[in-house]
């Protein structure tokens, strides 16, 4: 009898099921508060939900949630980093379903990565150069390197200390390498925040293919920071210029690095969840920024951060400590970049 009165108990304090009327975003605001409030107009939205509209109908429980709304709501997350709850009590969806809905979108989106991040073509490596000449002169630029950190909370486990980075905060390091029409030619999201960003490079594919014989990027140059080793194909600055020329070259490849800042100060700013910090693990972490990234370049594409004025002079300032020592082979590398260097200095500067 007891146990038959404790399950009466338990039944009479169960939630009524509640149905919430949902609202969709793209039949409540104009194309300006869309853009404003997801960072993409109408029909960027409908495009990218023609796209992934075959995943987002799997497991979706009859059609519970339609794809134009998950997309909304996983952009609306990437837009302004909030809790998933509040995302849900502006929808009109629990914050279980906001949380599967994300995961599905970005697992939809990461199955198309190849689409998004994917090296130049020789046409668009061409257009890069002569961009990229026209800043501040530096010639046979294709793109430009650098790092930043993402916050992250303390993840589990006992790998907790490596994700500490230089300044005492829990960070992913993310290597991006962008044109210069801030489209991301490269990104990595998967290391820790106490790698250096030299380690990045040289683990990356990008350093493989840069590296290999013969390449699998074709010729051109990539401008980087002190942080990086130099390399024939890779420019890093004189780290104390001795004459007119070298200092030239310096100011020049600064004024034309400084791309790949604006590249990253534009991501953090459209998606303001890079600002703030992921309360993921870092594996949907590292899944969330790669989805920014692509995200990223399918606004670029469409020239959306054209109409963001916001957006366009975030330029990203980090300080970076010096590469770590180098040997044998490398050594020899770095030494035939160097005279790459100073023949360029030479003859442009």
Known sequence: MAALYRLRQRRRLRRPKIYRDRTNPLDTFDDIELHDKLRFRRQDILELTDLLTNDLELDNRGGAVPPSLQVCVTLRYFATGTFQNAIGEMIGISQPTVSLIVKRTMNALLRRFPDFIHPPAMQDINRN????????????????????????????????????NRKNVYSINVQIVCGARLRILDCVATSPGSFHDARILRESAFWRAMEGEPRAVPQGLI????????????????????????????????????????????????????????????????????????????????????????FQNDAEQQDHPPPPAVMGNDRARMVAGQVVRNRLTENFF
């Open 129 to 164: 150069k002569i961009e990229f000449q026209e800043m501040a002169g530096f010639p046979n630029v294709f793109g430009c390197i650098d790092g930043t950190h993402i916050k992250i909370v303390a993840p589990p486990g006992n790998d907790e200390d490596v994700y500490v």
């Open 223 to 310: 401008l980087g920071d002190s942080a990086y080793p130099i390399r024939e194909w890779l420019m890093t600055p004189y780290a104390q210029p001795v004459n007119r020329q070298q200092e030239r070259f310096n100011v020049s490849h600064k004024s034309t690095r400084v791309t790949v800042e604006r590249c990253i100060g534009v991501l953090k700013r459209r998606w303001h969840c890079l600002h703030t910090e992921l309360r993921l693990s870092p594996l949907r972490c590292s899944k969330l920024i790669y989805c920014c990234a692509m995200l990223h370049n399918f606004a670029v594409e469409r020239a959306a951060q054209q109409e963001i004025c916001p």
